[in-house]
């Protein structure tokens, strides 16, 4: 089974794409009473207009995560367009923390991904409230994050999405670091197709994304986060081994220690399953590191 804490319009998408992919039974929790019940039966109702055979319950009661393979967690206070993902650390911890002392006693064989901003310091939490082995807790934003870079070189370049491979590290947020000189269009490297200006007006715009979603229709982005995170589900539930960008508490790896952080991991049936540690160039350690010292200064805030 796997259980969705938090049914929102980020949730009810994780919940569509999760449902299309058959992977296993849905849970729907939310403290809200009646929503998780109702957005389960309309979501069973989809299900048998498509014939997938996916039982989709919800609940109020975290009892009712008991046995659960994965629990998702997009649970939390949603980003406004006058805000950053950093705004939200002192509201959504509290949320976090209820939520991972309830993973904890309920589903404590589960692995965890989560969506809740900001990202990997809610990973972080999430690992020191629930108490489980690093591997079993994985936060979301590589896919979004890259998506949104393929989407900017796909426009500009009038080629599919599909043909552009690439890669994120580091803090989802304002810092994070995007990667051109390890992006591919049809095998073809990225810096050889565009020049440096236009790569980084690119990149610019791709960081924004978020932030703009928000200004055009006055809600975070939730389609998109959706689809990635079912493919995050999927990778761990089928064993598929993918390397995807995902928040990982880190002990040792790149040089850090006791932080969460995105970089490019396999996941597979035992969650995090090993990290890729990239050779970075002096530019690209640089911007990691500094997105390492924002996230320290923001788990500092939270310790305090």
Known sequence: MITIVGTGRVGGSIAFHLALRELDDIMLLDIVPNLPQGEALDFAHMCATLGIDVDVRGSN???????????????????????????????NAD???????????????AKV?????????????MVKATGFDRHRVMGFSGPLDTGRFK????????????????MVIGEHGDSMVLMPRLTTVGGKPLTELLSQQ????????????????IRLRGWSSSYAPGAGVAQMVESVMKDRN???????????????????????????????EKVIELQLTEEERNAFDKSVQVLKGAVSQLQQ
């Open 61 to 91: 009661d975290y009892k009712d995560m008991n046995g659960s393979d994965i629990v998702v967690v997009p649970a939390g206070f949603a980003r406004k367009a006058d805000m950053t993902r950093l705004d939200l650390l002192r509201k």
């Open 95 to 109: 949320v976090i923390r209820a939520v991972g002392k309830n993973i904890a006693e309920y589903a404590p064989n």
């Open 113 to 125: 991904i989560l969506t809740t901003n900001p990202l990997d310091v809610m990973t972080y939490l």
């Open 151 to 166: 989407y900017m070189i796909a426009k500009e370049l009038g080629v599919s999405t599909s043909s552009i491979q690439t």
């Open 198 to 213: 236009r790569i980084g007006e690119l990149m610019d715009a791709s960081k924004k994304g978020g932030a703009e979603i």
């Open 242 to 272: 993918q390397v995807i960008p995902t928040s990982v508490y880190l002990q040792g790896e790149y040089g850090v220690n006791d932080l969460a952080i995105v970089v490019p991991a396999v996941l597979g049936r035992n969650g995090v």
